[in-house]
């Protein structure tokens, strides 16, 4: 198991930034890929972003390229969602995924192509 924790939600106006963490611990050596998925009330899971093992490879939603950034660090088991001119309808409940799977872009936009998730963390957008 891979117990994922995420960190950095909260309240912020439009055009707001916020990082948001996602912690992991127990086996990570067994993790490869890493992503971030969201779910608006009312609406499916949705991916926003993933990240490789070493950060080479990435894959953003067309609708957060170039306003989120994600990177990881993982020497501290941590990955991280940078998110820039955030917009009311970014409001969501942000999630963090781990792959044990090597990163490939025909599949990290998939939520099955995940082993292990996180409880969430709540983003909300003011307009």
């Known amino acids: 198991q891979v117990p994922l924790v995420e960190s950095g939600g909260g309240l912020v106006q439009a055009g707001g930034s916020l990082r948001l963490s996602c912690v992991a611990s127990g086996r990570t050596f067994s993790m490869d890929t890493m992503g971030w998925f969201r779910q608006a009330p009312g609406k499916a899971r949705e991916f926003v972003a993933a990240?490789?093992?070493?950060?080479?490879?990435?894959d953003y939603a067309d609708s957060v390229k170039g306003r989120f950034t994600v990177s990881r660090d993982n020497a501290k088991n941590t990955q991280y969602l940078q998110l820039n001119s955030l917009k009311p309808e970014d409001t969501a409940v942000y999630y963090c995924?781990?792959?044990?799977?090597?990163?490939?872009?025909?599949?990290?936009?998939?939520?099955?192509?995940?082993?292990?998730w996180g409880q969430g963390t709540q983003v909300t957008v003011s307009s």
């Open positions: 990240i490789s093992r070493y950060g080479v490879s990435t």
């Open positions: 995924a781990a792959a044990v799977s090597r990163f490939s872009a025909k599949v990290v936009r998939k939520i099955d192509a995940y082993d292990y």
